[in-house]
């Protein structure tokens, strides 16, 4: 069930714009992260993984809660920096950095690089000597190690960092312009159970204090990365950060770390955030029942990217039994499939759809113009105030 009061704010949205659009309850993204923020251990630090969703009131209320923003492009580097979030409450990950862009991000004093390959070693040295700075920096791993597919790769050969044999061939103390603070190691998203991320981590963390010993490089920072799931499946109960907080400060003792860093994306501001699109057209195929909607894996790709679907209900229920629906966007490729759901069997065009846990890996990532339907608003309510800062487009505002 929609909460009356979030409902009407939606409603409102539909009479003024109707067309598809995310919405956000940053009031629910405020207390879910000020419950996480109160508890935390002093050694263990968490930063926001922009990627999920780069909104700059988003940034904002994160920020605010003490959380670091954590960048992966120049791009997200801007809005966090457009945001009012000062470098120094930054770190700059991904596989894709140039010099250029190394350069940038110590200009901007950007507080930790997380260097993915040994070229970025050597042009951040570099790049530090010419601005006549010393950078901190995380040395990013990954292991071969058989614990399956992930979406971030999980055992297969990524770009993300380099094997610790790899990372052994070089010498890394010859770069006098860098700090080596620690690793960062990230190899397994989207986990819903906490013994299994408790694995992975003594697992990470055992691998790492050897390659450090080996490498005679410090490991005072252990960036274990993103990874905890959100229940995007029915029935699935939603992680405590209680058990995953418990489960760090052991990791801690049980290692003597000193400092735990993780950056969370989907687990932060996923259930914040839902899409809304309406029904265009309801059909039976070959003895299925179908439903196309306005919008589809143009305004969430992730769908298709990962064959998981965001869960989904009827905006406005009624009391007659579901049937099962499958749910597709208005593209003209098959994998535009939202999924399979139970809905009430009276839906009828015009009928709003709202998908949740949609505020992570969301609008941005998505596949916006193709086939030039129109993009989606994005609406969001923080002090019980509706807000609207981005209004659906049409192609008739990009196309050229
Ligand atoms: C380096 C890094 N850290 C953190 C995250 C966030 O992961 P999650 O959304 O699983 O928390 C990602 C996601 O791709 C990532 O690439």
Redesign the pocket.
């Known amino acids: 069930m929609v909460k009356a009061e979030t409902k009407k704010h939606i409603e409102t949205v539909i009479d003024r714009f109707d067309a598809s659009f995310y919405f956000y309850d940053l009031d629910l993204l405020r207390s879910h992260l000020s419950a996480m923020a109160e508890i935390l251990d002093p050694d263990i630090k968490l930063w926001y993984?922009c990627?999920?969703n780069p909104m700059s009131a988003v940034l904002k209320v994160l920020r605010n809660l003490g959380f670091g923003i954590?960048v992966?492009s120049s791009g997200e580097l801007h809005q966090v920096l457009n945001s009012g979030i000062k470098g120094e409450h930054v770190i700059a990950?991904?596989p894709g950095k140039s010099r250029d862009y190394l350069e940038h991000l110590i200009k901007n004093e950007v507080k930790t690089i997380?260097v993915e390959s040994y070229n970025q070693v050597v042009w951040l040295d570099e790049a530090a000597q010419k601005l006549g700075k010393k950078v901190d920096a995380l040395i990013r791993v990954q292991l071969d190690w058989n614990e399956g597919k992930s979406?971030?790769g999980g055992d297969a050969i990524t770009p993300?960092g380099l094997g610790p044999e790899d990372w052994k061939q070089h010498d890394l103390q010859q770069f006098k312009n860098i700090n080596f603070k620690g690793f960062?190691i990230?190899q397994w998203?989207?986990i819903m159970d906490p013994k299994k991320l408790e694995s992975i981590w003594e697992k990470c963390v055992e691998n790492i204090l050897s390659l450090a010993a080996d490498l005679n490089v410090s490991a005072e920072i252990m960036d274990l990365?993103?990874?905890?799931?959100v229940p995007y499946k029915e029935g699935q109960t939603k992680i405590d950060f209680k058990e995953i907080h418990e489960i760090l400060v052991n990791l801690k003792k049980k290692y003597n770390l000193k400092t735990i860093w993780m950056?969370?994306?989907?687990?932060?501001t996923a259930e914040c955030g839902n899409y809304l699109t309406k029904i265009v057209d309801v059909k039976e195929v070959r003895g299925k029942k179908l439903l196309v909607t306005e919008g589809g894996i143009n305004h969430c790709a992730r769908v298709a990217l990962t064959g998981q679907a965001f869960p989904c209900k009827a905006l406005s229920p009624s009391n007659v039994k579901k049937v099962n629906f499958q749910v597709h966007g208005p593209l003209c490729t098959a994998l535009d499939h939202l999924g399979d759901f139970d809905l009430p069997e009276d839906l009828k065009i015009g009928d709003w759809l709202i998908f949740t846990m949609a505020g992570?890996?969301g609008f941005t990532e998505s596949m916006p113009y193709f086939l030039c339907h129109k993009l989606p608003g994005e609406a969001l309510v923080y002090n019980n105030d509706l807000m609207v800062p981005r209004p659906p487009k049409t192609s008739y505002d990009w196309m050229i």
């Open positions: 993984a990627k999920a954590d992966a990950t991904g997380v979406v971030l993300f960062h990230f998203g989207n990365g993103g990874g905890l799931g950056e969370l994306g989907r687990f932060t992570a890996y």
